[in-house]
């Protein structure tokens, strides 16, 4: 069986079969129940797990200096990359190209235990299967000394792989309408990586992990005082031709890239925050076709020996979300007066570093069932997932001015342990003008009363009373980890409706969101002194059922939790490139 996953290619024209009900499908056939789980190989095939580098072989490997936390550029504190203007502009050279990706994509540590080793990485993944594959187009820069072009991010090497070298001044002119020192941030996905643990549920996996690698990069350019924004309104067609996926020849022996998204990413530097500057959310596909006559470099890897078995609903709902069209979308630069946390909240202790948060987030294992946090910090936590969307565009606070979208996830919590607040299941409504919608697709007998003490512009609401811990643990696939924890909560969509309305590519975005919000919480439990995890494995149908929600109106696509950690002692953690 050929390993090239098929898909969409450059011009090819969607399925007949109208591709929101395809979507829909696959959503409710990949759902978890208490009498059956989604559909997997049933068992580890561990003599194919799949290699999770991928290196393109036949291409030049330029290695990016590996820089101790104490070398420049050197991090700002955790609280000042949410604070605007309190991080100074780093130009765009080696050494800061090489802490964003570091930041965004590199490993972090090694794990041992026994004979075994594996890596974990800035990124998080579902598994740590990571099908996560990151690229920048570099344009001709003085303080760089790199050829333009495209690079794929090899993270084990913590290098640069040239796949083709574009010419200087095309590229200059599709990178005209950014501020000055920008470039291109892309990420691709390896839905083989996921698909041999967790089989057909795998496309929504990949999708989780796509919005990690974009808080991540995210959250490393704010380190750098750098700005980015997606690139969403680009066809999905001209996505593949810039990170070259579109060549299935150099994929001919290899496993298939689906190319997920662009970015942008730009130093702040003289773009006055308060200016009407505005920038495109696409590109010039006429010069990307002719950047496209060039010289490509390199072919895959192969990352399993064998497949055992070809999940084709995968390729069918990745089909079915390619987004055709290619919009003209604008958004204006200028950010928020307001601070992205009220003053009433403490911030996390003084003096920690955002580069120390990034290096030492793990996703927790086991909780202790006892470990609680305070309400104010639990507040604090969910005022970093609200993306203020009264403001401008990027007006929102950082890492939501990365997301040209309205929210559509809202969290239904399960609170455990947070001081001050009665045990029960709460509400944060993401964007308050949903509150009714939201409440008609529910119970409507629930209680919907403002959490005690909890801040005004917080719009978080107490619908039960009661111990949750145990309909938390049944409903995570009996997971004790969202029962043990200080709170663990359910990420609900809006759904059927948003999909109808936008189109079945939207289906992939609601993941990324959700997987954007995770990446948040990940670090703000870091900065709390606790540790968090996502939950992937979690009975659909019952999740909605302990709500009442009516039909698809809502759907949950991401299970998390917060609290103190267990760790394994079994475990070794080495230095992430000691093997450097």
């Known amino acids: ?36 789980y989604a559909r997997s190989l049933g068992y580890l095939d561990w003599a194919n797990q799949p290699d999770p580098f991928r290196r393109f072989e036949g291409t030049e490997l330029i290695r990016l200096p590996l820089l101790k936390p104490d070398e420049a550029p050197i991090s700002p504190s955790y609280d ?40 974990l990485r800035s990124n998080p993944s579902s598994g740590n299967l990571h099908p996560t594959e990151g690229y920048i187009i570099l344009p001709r820069s003085k303080e760089l000394d790199l050829r333009p072009g495209l690079y794929h991010y090899a993270p084990k090497e913590h290098g640069l792989e040239l796949r083709a070298e574009f010419s200087s001044e095309l590229l200059a002119q599709l990178l005209a309408p950014f501020p000055p020192d920008a470039f291109l941030f892309g990420l691709t996905s390896v839905h083989w990586r996921e698909a041999w643990k967790y089989g057909e549920r795998a496309f929504r996996y990949c999708n989780h992990d796509v919005g990690h690698a ?21 066809d999905q067609n001209t996505v593949a031709m810039l990170l070259g996926t579109h060549l299935r020849g150099d994929f001919i022996e290899a496993e298939w890239e689906h190319p997920d998204c662009l970015a942008v990413v730009w130093p702040s530097g003289d773009v ?3 200016t009407q500057l505005t920038i495109p959310l696409y590109l010039d596909v006429g010069i990307v076709h002719r950047l496209m006559e060039t010289k490509w470099i390199g072919k895959g890897n192969p990352l399993s020996r064998e497949h055992g078995i070809h999940w084709d609903i995968i390729d069918e709902v990745a089909e079915a979300s390619w987004k055709m069209q290619d919009d003209k979308v604008m958004m204006q630069l200028g950010h928020s007066k307001k601070h992205a946390t009220p003053h009433a909240l403490p911030p996390p202790g003084d003096g920690v570093l955002a580069g120390q948060i990034i290096r030492q987030r793990r996703s927790a294992v086991a909780f202790d069932a006892k470990t609680s946090i305070p309400a104010a910090t639990f507040f604090r936590m969910l005022e970093r997932v609200m993306p203020n969307v009264e403001e401008l565009q990027m007006g929102r606070p950082m890492p939501w001015d990365v997301w040209p979208y309205d929210p559509a996830i809202h969290l239904m919590l399960f609170v455990h342990r947070v001081d001050g607040l009665t045990p029960g299941l709460y509400f944060l409504v993401r964007d308050r003008t949903k509150l009714t919608f939201i409440q008609q697709s529910m119970n409507a007998e629930l209680n919907w009363s403002p959490a005690p003490g909890c801040p005004d512009d917080l719009p978080l609401y107490w619908l039960l009373e009661g111990d949750a811990k145990r309909l938390a643990t049944q409903v995570s696939c009996h997971q004790d980890i969202a029962g043990d924890g200080a709170f663990s909560f359910g990420m609900l969509a809006e759904f059927e409706g948003t999909l109808q309305e936008r189109g079945a590519w939207w289906y992939p975005r609601l993941f990324w969101e959700s997987g954007l919000l995770g990446q948040v919480l990940y670090l703000e439990a870091e900065a709390a002194g606790v540790r968090a995890t996502g939950i992937g494995c979690f009975f659909d149908d019952p999740v909605h059922e302990v709500v009442a929600v009516k039909g698809l109106s809502l759907q949950s696509l991401y299970h998390f939790t917060i609290g103190g950690p267990v760790e394994d002692r079994r475990l070794m953690t080495l230095p992430p490139y000691g093997h450097l």
């Not at 969409?8 to 759902?31: C, F, L, S, W």
Request: charge should be positive; aromatic fraction near 10%; avoid cysteine.
């Open 80 to 119: 000042s990359i949410y604070q605007q203007g309190a991080v100074p502009t780093q130009p765009v050279s080696v050494r800061t190209l090489s802490r964003f990706l570091e930041f965004a994509l590199a490993l972090s540590a090694w794990k041992k235990a026994g004979d075994s080793e594996w890596a």
């Open 272 to 274: 006055k925050r308060n």
């Open 214 to 234: 974009i808080g991540t990069a995210r959250f490393a350019a704010a380190t750098l005082g750098w700005d980015m924004a997606l690139l969403d309104s680009l």
């Open 1 to 36: 069986m050929s390993m090239n996953q098929p898909g969409p290619a450059a011009g090819d024209k969607p399925a007949a079969t109208d591709p929101v009900d395809q979507v829909i499908r696959y959503h409710v056939q990949t759902k978890h129940y208490f009498n059956r």
